[in-house]
């Protein structure tokens, strides 16, 4: 999904990657052996996976991590005017840039 986004894009991308701690590091990894020419396309921050409202622990039971991590990105990412959230299974066949135009 990201490399597809990347390869696409006429604008710089800002990625919000939400991930088990235990996959952090070789997202940032794998991230950072992209060649410069992609690189320079997209800036990119790694969050842990974090139930801010509620009980942790019902939130846990309700849903999987992964995805119930969404219901809670307006409280998470405050200072993100807007975003638009994609899956990993995702395949991006033209510029990201225009589902912005709409």
Known sequence: MLKSAVLFSHRKIQF???TEDSLKPEFDKQLRQWPDSYTKKFEHRI???T???GNPQEWK???KPCAA???FLP???KDVDSLLYVDTDVLFLRPVDDI???
């Open 61 to 63: 039971k309700l849903f």
């Open 51 to 53: 139930f801010s409202v």
């Open 47 to 49: 969050y842990p996976i």
């Open 16 to 18: 919000h990657i939400f």
């Open 69 to 71: 991590q969404r219901l």
């Open 100 to 102: 912005w135009k709409l």
């Open 75 to 77: 409280v998470i990412l």
